[in-house]
């Protein structure tokens, strides 16, 4: 593993492979009656979110807290950065305090690259989101929900998705998971296709290592999974589609689309939903959704990249059983 996590392209195949199967031993965790391991024990890592969070905060503060680091959560609201700090005046607080990771979520793409180069902060880095740039654990979690569905939880291990076809459907545009989605998943292998309007795509898109398609419903029969993207009307400047109901007409995906996928398809959607628009509750709430499953990978995700940047270089249950025989 790298010292830092910014991208999803940073990653090559074994890193990613070595984030899944770690992933799978800290979900056993999970199952246990006290779910906690002493692995980060006298570590502390902050939560520095200039942008609002719910799912990615949450879940990284239990992955640390369940791997026993000490937690500091920073939010810009009623924080200096309010009254005007600067991004390096914060790190330089934090390197003062002496932590040893910072999880930073910025509205600004490139901010996370930034501050681990910069000289600016001796800590670990995890991109938690960048403007529309990268979400690489969103990327991972996604990536682990997928093994574990189309290849299986015990046989997954030490495997990647090799010839699965993924579809990502949506506001690619401002969409940091897709273009995460789009390189962890060329890395481990899989076939990936884009499926939205021409103006909610980004220019220079035929240079990314997928296929892009403008009719849903051609796609839908030959898809192992598909992820439904929300419409990010926060970071739209201007109408990129006609109405609402146009939109989901054309790319929407509803019961009826959803009875044209293969029997094992999956669907998955990076959360949160607009129920009604990019998908109907009678998909959300089917078995075939993945999105509570995703939010509980997640956890077992961002503790298992927490546990490889800061020190593991042994299976972690392994190492979290000695730690317990030492005491």
Same mark, same amino acid.
């Given at each position: @593993?790298?010292?830092?996590?910014?991208?999803?392209?940073?990653?090559?195949?074994?890193?990613?492979?070595?984030?899944?199967?770690?992933?799978?031993?800290?979900?056993?965790?999970?199952?246990?009656?006290?779910?906690?391991?002493?692995?980060?024990?006298?570590?502390?890592?902050?939560?520095?979110?200039?942008?609002?969070?719910?799912?990615?905060?949450?879940?990284?503060?239990?992955?640390?807290?369940?791997?026993?680091?000490?937690?500091?959560?920073?939010?810009?609201?009623?924080?200096?950065?309010?009254?005007?700090?600067?991004?390096?005046?914060?790190?330089?607080?934090?390197?003062?305090?002496?932590?040893?990771?910072?999880?930073?979520?910025?509205?600004?793409?490139?901010?996370? !690259?930034?501050?681990?180069?910069?000289?600016?902060?001796?800590?670990?880095?995890?991109?938690?989101?960048?403007?529309?740039?990268?979400?690489?654990? +969103?990327?991972?979690?996604?990536?682990?929900? @997928?093994?574990?569905?189309?290849?299986?939880?015990?046989?997954?291990?030490? +495997?990647?998705?090799?010839?699965?076809?993924?579809?990502?459907?949506?506001?690619?545009?401002?969409?940091?998971?897709?273009?995460?989605?789009?390189?962890?998943?060329?890395?481990?292998?899989a076939e990936v296709t884009l499926v939205?309007?021409?103006?909610?795509?980004?220019?220079?898109?035929?240079?990314?290592?997928?296929?892009?398609? !403008?009719?849903?419903?051609?796609?839908?029969?030959?898809?192992?999974?598909?992820?439904?993207?929300?419409? +990010?009307?926060?970071?739209?400047?201007?109408?990129?589609?006609?109405?609402?109901?146009? !939109?989901?007409?054309?790319?929407?995906?509803?019961?009826?689309?959803?009875?044209?996928?293969?029997?094992?398809?999956?669907?998955?959607?990076?959360?949160?939903?607009?129920?009604?628009?990019?998908?109907?509750?009678?998909?959300?709430?089917?078995?075939?959704?993945?999105?509570?499953?995703?939010?509980?990978?997640?956890?077992?995700?961002?503790?298992?990249?927490?546990?490889?940047?800061?020190?593991?270089?042994?299976?972690?249950?392994? +190492?979290?059983?000695?730690?317990?025989?030492?005491?």
């Amino acid at each position: @593993m790298q010292r830092h996590l910014i991208s999803a392209a940073d990653l090559t195949r074994d890193d990613a492979v070595l984030i899944l199967d770690t992933a799978e031993e800290m979900a056993r965790v999970a199952d246990r009656p006290i779910k906690k391991l002493p692995t980060l024990r006298g570590r502390t890592v902050v939560n520095l979110f200039f942008e609002d969070s719910t799912r990615t905060r949450i879940s990284f503060e239990a992955a640390e807290k369940r791997l026993s680091a000490d937690v500091i959560n920073f939010t810009a609201k009623g924080s200096s950065v309010s009254k005007g700090e600067s991004l390096k005046d914060t790190a330089q607080t934090l390197e003062a305090m002496g932590v040893d990771a910072v999880v930073i979520r910025h509205g600004a793409s490139g901010a996370p !690259y930034r501050l681990a180069t910069s000289g600016w902060i001796d800590a670990h880095v995890i991109n938690a989101g960048d403007g529309t740039h990268q979400h690489p654990t +969103q990327a991972l979690l996604d990536a682990f929900t @997928m093994r574990r569905r189309l290849v299986g939880r015990d046989t997954g291990l030490g +495997q990647d998705l090799s010839g699965r076809r993924i579809t990502l459907v949506g506001d690619v545009l401002h969409s940091r998971v897709a273009r995460s989605n789009v390189d962890l998943l060329h890395t481990l292998g899989a076939e990936v296709t884009l499926v939205a309007p021409p103006t909610l795509l980004p220019v220079g898109v035929e240079a990314w290592p997928c296929e892009v398609s !403008y009719d849903l419903d051609r796609t839908l029969p030959k898809s192992d999974a598909v992820m439904m993207l929300r419409v +990010q009307r926060e970071r739209m400047k201007a109408a990129f589609f006609p109405t609402e109901r146009e !939109y989901s007409r054309r790319y929407g995906l509803d019961g009826e689309r959803m009875r044209r996928m293969p029997d094992h398809a999956i669907v998955m959607h990076p959360g949160p939903m607009v129920r009604g628009m990019e998908i109907t509750a009678e998909v959300a709430d089917s078995e075939r959704c993945t999105v509570v499953e995703q939010v509980t990978n997640g956890v077992s995700i961002r503790m298992a990249v927490l546990y490889l940047l800061l020190g593991g270089n042994e299976p972690a249950l392994t +190492q979290a059983a000695r730690t317990t025989e030492e005491k």
